[in-house]
């Protein structure tokens, strides 16, 4: 069956990089696009950036300088990397796969900005 | 980007009653909506898509209407395990916004 995970360090330090890895089961990273939604603590939901399924990378404007989202097919996995972490950075990060349109989600990894 | 205008941000209701959620999207997003439910500590579950069409496995006491820029999310007969808090998106356009979403308490 269809399965996310995300898996990455709790804590980071402020102005360090984040660098969180989404695994992926049961369908194939091209044929679904693979989003990133993080929800800052107490907060809403924000989308991040895709992976699209054809390889290309879209960013939400607000942290395009920071975020980079890659994968790698082979494994099944899909990174992000958001440098310059501060504390309003603190929140829950989840994988999602495109469809209808976020049909599966991961179960969330839980970051804390701070020093 | 197209903005997600949803309210209220707080409901508190009563068991067996029905509860209605708004969504206002800031230009035609033709029908190109979905709303999911967030209990404490999950992932968010996806409800309908399409504006009013039912994911499977989601009970019927969940529904959706509208179209355009204006729609409604509805739960018949509330129970106690729909305690949760409600969000809409959009995926009319690249990006797809979520509303702030709606709190949803027992009364």
């Known amino acids: 069956q269809v399965q996310l995970t995300e898996s990455g360090p709790g804590l980071v330090h402020p102005s360090e990089t984040l660098s969180l890895t989404c695994t992926v089961s049961g ?30 990378t879209s960013y939400n404007s607000a942290l395009k300088s920071r975020l980079s989202i890659s994968r790698d097919t082979s494994k099944n996995q899909v990174f992000l990397k958001m440098n310059s972490l501060q504390t309003d950075d603190t929140g829950t990060y989840y994988c999602t796969r495109e469809g209808n349109p976020f049909d599966y989600w991961g179960q969330g990894v839980m970051v804390t900005v701070s020093s | 980007d197209i903005q997600m205008t949803q309210s209220p941000s707080f409901l508190s209701a ?94």
């Open chain 1, 27 to 56: 369908f194939s990273l091209t044929g679904y696009s693979v989003y990133w939604v993080r929800q800052p603590s107490g907060k809403g939901l924000e989308w991040m950036g895709r992976m699209r399924y054809n390889g290309d």
């Open chain 2, 14 to 107: 009563s068991l067996g009653n029905s509860i209605t959620i708004t969504c206002h999207a800031s230009q035609n997003i033709k029908g190109w909506l979905a709303w999911y439910q967030q209990k404490s500590g999950n992932a968010p579950e996806l409800l309908i898509y399409k504006a009013s069409s039912l994911q499977s496995g989601v009970p019927s006491r969940f529904s959706g209407s509208g179209s355009g820029t204006d729609y409604i999310f509805t739960i018949s007969n509330l129970q106690p395990e729909d305690i949760a808090t409600y969000y809409c998106q959009h995926y009319q356009s690249f990006p797809y916004t979520f509303g702030a979403g709606t709190k949803l308490e027992l009364k």
